[in-house]
Nanobody, 121 residues
């Protein structure tokens, strides 16, 4: 079992930055991969990117490259998502996920409850 708790969401002005955190715990944590997704009123779940627990290599969706950076503090068992130059279209609930394969829909994957990010003047 894996428990994931996101934090760091809130209201930010366009052009601003925000860093989200996701702390993992549980008997079967850590997993091989951890990732970030988001869901908005306009779009279904969007993949942002993921990171390998061992080695720290990252993979991003093409549309997320440049403004979003995923990192990991293995000692703190915490995943981060640094978001820069935020736009109103980035408004969404952001979720972290953990999986042992490079497919977060695979049985056995775990998800947090999400943290709301609102980008508005």
């Amino acid at each position: 079992q894996v428990r994931l708790v996101e934090s760091g969401g809130g209201l930010v002005q366009p052009g601003g930055s925000l860093r989200l955190s996701c702390v993992g715990s549980g008997r079967t944590f850590p997993t091989n991969f951890m990732g970030w997704f988001r869901r908005s009123a306009e779009k279904e779940r969007e993949f942002i990117g993921h990171i390998r627990w061992i080695g720290g290599s990252t993979h991003y969706a093409d549309s997320m490259k440049g403004r979003f950076t995923i990192s990991l503090d293995t000692a703190k068992k915490t995943l981060y998502l640094q978001m820069n130059n935020l736009e109103p279209t980035d408004t969404a609930v952001y979720y972290c996920a953990a999986a042992n394969v490079e497919n977060f829909d695979f049985p056995g994957s775990s998800w947090g409850l999400g943290t709301q990010v609102t980008v508005s003047a």
